[in-house]
């Protein structure tokens, strides 16, 4: 089975840099993924890590540790439109993703 | 299409009918997985399909839940006899062979029992 926590809430100022932390434990890990959903919306896919290391795309970024089962999601010069839930993932070797509760990020100016 | 569809986009019903939500993944999409979101909540795996393997139903919270996948393509997740506690959004997402191996969601189907 899974077992993936992140914090529920964050609040960060405008331009301001958040991390949002997510750990996990599974059998058979094959991925970490980084989502974002906006209220009322579905879910959209931001970023993925398989190897230790950082991945960087624009604003955002994505760590992973595989020995500690950690991941986090660091965003840059926050905008307001960054305020949303993000969701970790997991994936095992079944190709099964399971989710995180996801972090509620208000965006204050 | 474009993306992945869901229909219907709302559905009220009353306790004890059945329910049938249609999911068409992107054309040429391999896997197709269903999750259950309700308010507030993050997304609680139901079922997974994977071309012609046999299904990961693992997920679906009890006898009353059912899927299939016609053909490879198009999923209809049943509840029967529904309760109040199946108000939720359900969410379809597909996947393509190889790549990253992101999920592609559609817009749900949000269920009220009443």
């Known amino acids: 089975g899974q077992n993936i926590d992140q914090p529920t809430e964050m609040t960060a100022t405008e331009g301001a840099i958040v991390q949002i932390n997510c750990t996990y434990q599974?059998?058979?890990?094959?991925?970490l993924f980084w989502y974002q959903q906006h209220a009322g919306e579905a879910p959209t896919f931001l970023s993925y890590?398989?190897?230790?290391g950082l991945e960087e795309k624009g604003r955002f970024s994505s760590f992973l540790s595989r020995s500690k089962g950690y991941s986090y999601l660091l965003l840059k010069e926050l905008q307001m439109k960054d305020s949303a839930s993000y969701l970790c993932?997991?994936?095992?070797?079944?190709?099964?993703?399971?989710f995180g509760a996801g972090t509620r990020l208000t965006v204050k100016p | 299409g474009a993306g992945v569809s869901q229909s219907p986009s709302n559905k009220v019903t009353e306790k004890g009918k059945d329910v049938e939500l249609r999911c068409d993944p992107i054309s040429g999409h391999t896997a197709l997985y269903w999750y259950r979101q309700s308010l507030g909540q993050g997304l609680e795996f139901l079922i997974y399909f994977q071309g012609n393997s046999a299904p990961d139903k693992s997920g679906l919270p009890s006898d009353r839940f059912s899927a299939e996948r016609t053909g490879g393509s198009v999923s209809t997740l049943t509840i029967q006899r529904t309760q109040q506690e199946d108000s939720a959004v359900y969410l379809c997402?597909?996947?393509?062979?190889?790549?990253?191996?992101?999920?592609?969601f559609g817009e749900g189907s949000r269920l009220t029992v009443l």
């Open positions: 993932a997991v994936r095992d070797y079944n190709n099964d993703m399971r």
């Open positions: 599974t059998s058979g890990f094959n991925g």
């Open positions: 890590n398989v190897l230790d």
């Open positions: 997402a597909s996947r393509r062979q190889g790549g990253t191996g992101e999920l592609f």
